[in-house]
């Protein structure tokens, strides 16, 4: 099958660039490895987003609710599936990619669906693949044992369970409030000697240290994990090597995800640094292999430090149009009178 444009990638700015380019008539086709916003169904139940609903609305189609405060995931899913229905934009859901290749006058995609491999055509990629591929794993012993977890599913799964977090950003922070309020007896664990309120919430921030304080929640400061078992947890100081043994039910790792680069690797863009972020045109978001574009956080890379968001990569998706069909798409995040610039360091913050 040929069309003009393939997008790889059904986040919330995946879909808007499909929305964008539909609204332009073009010919394009859309996939994703599991069902549209899916890294977002993997957040625990009533998760809420700390950016405010305006910032994290596509296409120009307002969210609307009955709260008026930030949603949660589930709802953000709700509003996407209306985003996909109110538009009828066509995603080929649970058809993971596998191969990208250059070929005279563009490129070939191979796909694995469960009916069997197939073979596209196309002039132009979009890759909205993500930053959250798969967790940033530490590599120490007893981490893929069965109490060991890089998901946090629920706080009542740790309910009166001795529960070892490790990380000190905003995701193990919420977990641990979340889990102590749930009725577990947690520990946290962090490589840091306190929190950075560059990378923890304001809204976080405050509360994880009064727990500390008052140790309703335990503070392993400036540790790591270098082993663990069954029954306990081996933490190590960074600065001096001493090592403490703390007995855990459960672990849940909280050092983050990084984003997926084969799809780039494979096509031979160049990946600059630790991050391995691809060579981007900033006016177009074209990498250097001509036709493959970057959209949403996979621009970043792997993304180990944060700088992309949904909210200040909606222009992704109109310089991408632009570039592809020729005209500048205006529907691009909320509408336009809730419409409003943040600097980096506010986006970050909030």
């Not at 009916?115 to 981490?143: F, Q, W």
């Amino acid at each position: 099958m040929t069309t003009e444009t393939i997008i790889i990638g059904a986040g919330p700015i995946g879909l808007e660039v499909a929305a964008c380019l539909k609204r332009c008539g073009a010919d394009y086709l859309h996939f994703d490895a599991k069902q549209i916003g899916y890294t977002m169904s993997w957040w625990p139940r009533d998760t809420q987003f700390f950016s405010t609903p305006e910032r994290i609305e596509i296409a120009g189609i307002p969210m609307q609710h009955t709260h008026q405060r930030n949603v949660t995931g589930e709802e953000y899913l709700a509003y996407l599936r209306f985003v996909v229905e109110h538009l009828d934009l066509r995603v080929n859901t649970y058809e993971p990619v596998t191969r990208l290749e250059r070929i005279d006058g563009g490129f070939r995609v191979t796909t694995a669906p469960l009916t069997g491999e197939k073979s596209y055509h196309c002039r132009y990629v979009v890759l909205a693949t993500g930053d959250m591929c798969s967790p940033n794993r530490l590599g120490i012993p007893g981490e893929t044992l069965p109490h060991v977890s890089h998901y946090f599913k629920d706080p009542h799964d740790y309910f009166r369970k001795r529960l070892l977090i490790v990380g000190g950003r905003n995701s193990a922070v919420e977990a641990a409030l979340r889990c102590w309020r749930g009725g577990a007896d947690v520990a946290l664990s962090y490589r840091r000697a306190e929190f950075d309120e560059c990378f923890v919430k304001h809204v976080l921030l405050p509360d994880i240290k009064n727990q500390i304080r008052f140790e309703n929640i335990r503070f392993y400061a400036e540790t790591t994990p270098v082993e663990i078992t069954p029954e306990r947890v081996i933490l190590e100081h960074v600065k001096d090597g001493t090592r403490i043994e703390h007995a855990a039910d459960f672990v849940l790792m909280c050092t983050g995800f990084v984003g997926d680069t084969r799809l780039l690797e494979q096509v031979g863009a160049t990946l600059c640094g630790e991050d391995r972020m691809p060579v981007c045109h900033p006016d177009t978001m074209e990498t250097d292999v001509p036709g493959v574009f970057m959209a949403g956080t996979a621009a970043a890379g792997l993304q180990q430090r944060y700088r992309l968001f949904i909210e200040n990569c909606h222009v992704h998706a109109a310089k991408i149009t632009q570039a592809i069909t020729g005209k500048k798409p205006e529907q691009i995040g909320t509408i336009a009178a809730r419409r409003y610039e943040l600097p980096f360091s506010e986006i970050r913050a909030n």
